[in-house]
């Protein structure tokens, strides 16, 4: 399995709270991603990096800020967490971009916003 | 934009049952196409991919897919399904050159002994 760790596994939070997730890989990979998983919905890209401090908005990236400041370290903040965002958070990596090689994932982050 | 649709959401089969999983995208231009596997309670896992070439692409435990670009599809099929198949299969999309992959809504699969 690729060298991906999601940190923390779970949470459990208030709304209006600041959250921050982060993902750290030890494959030296440039392109990194952040996707929410829910019911019926799928995996749903909320944003992406394309290299160091190089990010850009995916589906669903309202409510969501995102940080690269180091190319193994891949910050997801959510500024004031709200219940729509209670979810389950993966971090993927890439060797390239889009699908010319394919993602690998993290074990994910289980966040409940009560 | 690029789309997917996986219209099985829930399939339950018996152990040694054929199994075919339906998926159809929505892109004009040239796909790369993915099948991922996620089993109870962990991360997903690449099973197979197309790219380009034959059309009939073979993945992990057993698993194939055919692209039939006529259809805009890519069906994921396995002859013969085992408890230890139980999972959610998504099927996902990118368009060659574009950063993003879309997946599919997924397919939880039970198997039952």
């Known amino acids: 399995d690729a060298g991906i760790t999601q940190s923390p596994r779970h949470k459990v939070t208030e709304t209006g709270t600041p959250v921050t997730l982060r993902c750290h890989q030890t494959?030296?990979?440039?392109?990194m991603y952040w996707y929410r998983q829910d019911p019926g919905h799928g995996l749903r890209l909320i944003h992406y990096?394309?290299?160091?401090?190089?990010?850009d908005k995916g589906e669903v990236s309202d409510g969501y800020s995102v940080s690269r400041s180091k190319t193994e370290d891949f910050l997801l903040t959510l500024e004031s967490a709200t219940s729509s965002q209670t979810s389950v958070y993966f971090c993927?990596?890439?060797?390239?971009?889009?699908?010319?090689?394919?993602?690998?994932f993290g074990d994910g982050t289980r966040l409940s916003i009560l | 934009a690029q789309s997917v649709s996986q219209h099985n959401h829930h399939v339950i089969l018996s152990e040694a049952a054929s199994l075919e999983l339906g998926c159809n995208y929505s892109?004009?231009?040239?796909?790369?196409l993915f099948w991922y596997v996620q089993y109870p309670g962990q991360h997903l896992q690449l099973l197979l991919k197309?790219?380009?070439?034959?059309?009939l692409v073979k993945g992990i435990k057993g698993f194939e897919a055919e692209f039939i670009k006529s259809k805009f599809s890519f069906n994921l099929r396995k002859p013969s399904v085992q408890w230890s198949d139980t999972a959610e299969y998504f099927c996902?999309?990118?368009?060659?050159?574009?950063?993003?992959?879309?997946f599919g809504t997924g397919t939880k699969l039970q198997v039952i002994p």
């Open positions: 993927a990596i890439s060797e390239s971009q889009g699908g010319d090689q394919p993602q690998h």
């Open positions: 494959e030296n990979h440039r392109y």
């Open positions: 990096s394309y290299g160091v401090k190089d990010t």
């Open positions: 892109y004009g231009g040239t796909v790369n």
């Open positions: 197309y790219f380009s070439g034959d059309p």
């Open positions: 996902a999309v990118n368009a060659r050159g574009y950063q993003k992959v879309t």
